[in-house]
């Protein structure tokens, strides 16, 4: 789907260019961009190659199972459906963890491993419970402490601090974090959604 998604600005642009006169300009900036977009992606090896290197030596040496402990406490609180010792508990939990430390690639596995967890205790197959609504939510705001990809795209820009956004991301991913436990919390007890609910539909096919 997104290639065809791609295809179609492609054929849109080039097709614009055509009737306004500005093939040339479209070639050119094609071409120039092309060369940019393999500067660019030079620039980023070396600092990309440094960041992963220092998380995966974080996650090696424990700091990410470490972390997972702190949050442990948190997680019983945002899901009080999923028991403490369930093993999507466990991988919810360093699925976060990975991704508080910017383990993007490390936090993927353990994210689809936690889903599968949650739909084993889920009792409606066909219908995401709240566990897994909130577990999304989260999982897509996601707190980062390093984020290590965007520092690097401003080092590979030349930036003459690429790390001085952490304090302003580890702020603005707070928010999102914050707003989306707000929402997905607000919204799971509204009416509307209430029909979807399995826990709910158990306990009200349980009291007829």
């Known amino acids: 789907m997104i290639n065809i998604i791609w295809f179609l600005f492609i054929v849109i642009g080039v ?16 071409i120039d961009n092309a060369e940019l977009a393999v500067e660019l992606s030079i620039g980023l090896v070396g600092i990309m190659a440094l960041w992963l290197g220092i998380m995966k030596i974080a996650e090696e040496s424990g700091l990410v199972q470490l972390l997972g402990r702190l949050l442990r406490p948190i997680m019983v609180r945002l899901f009080p459906e999923v028991p403490e010792d369930h093993p999507a508990m466990g991988a919810m939990v360093m699925n976060m963890a990975a991704n508080v430390l910017g383990l993007g690639n490390a936090a ?28 999304l939510a989260i999982n897509t705001s996601s707190v980062t402490l390093i984020p290590a990809t965007v520092i690097a795209y401003r080092s590979a820009a030349g930036s003459a601090n690429p790390t001085e956004i952490i304090g302003p991301v580890i702020i603005a991913t707070l928010a999102s974090t914050i707003a989306a436990i707000i929402a997905v919390k607000t919204l799971s007890k509204l009416p509307v959604f209430a029909s979807t609910n399995p826990m709910k539909k158990k306990k009200a096919l349980d009291t007829k």
Do not use: H, Q, R, Y
């Open 108 to 135: 993927t596995p353990l994210g689809l491993k936690a889903m599968n967890e949650l739909n084993e205790i889920n009792e409606d197959k066909e219908t995401a419970s709240n566990a897994m609504c909130t577990f």
């Open 15 to 30: 097709v614009v260019a055509a009737f306004t006169g500005n093939i040339e300009a479209v070639t050119e900036a094609a």
